[in-house]
């Protein structure tokens, strides 16, 4: 989650590089961010850093 929205968090070497947060209104998507900013991936990416992680859903490509 980020700043309370649901959110897919793009990593490389458990560094963030970028960030996609899906706006919900009645359960469904209304509208899609993407954080690319490299002050704003900063921040998100020391908070990343300070929690543990599930098996990512996917590893590769």
């Given at each position: 989650?980020?700043?309370?929205?649901p959110?897919?968090?793009?990593?490389?070497?458990?560094?963030?590089?970028?960030?996609?947060?899906?706006?919900?209104?009645?359960?469904?998507?209304?509208?899609?961010?993407?954080?690319?900013?490299?002050?704003?991936?900063?921040?998100?990416?020391?908070?990343?850093?300070?929690?543990d992680?599930?098996?990512?859903?996917?590893?590769?490509?």
């Open positions: 989650m980020v700043n309370g929205s959110a897919m968090v793009a990593t490389v070497d458990d560094q963030v590089r970028g960030v996609v947060v899906f706006d919900m209104r009645d359960g469904k998507i209304a509208g899609v961010h993407g954080i690319a900013a490299p002050e704003r991936i900063a921040r998100l990416d020391a908070q990343w850093r300070q929690r992680h599930e098996v990512p859903l996917i590893e590769a490509w």
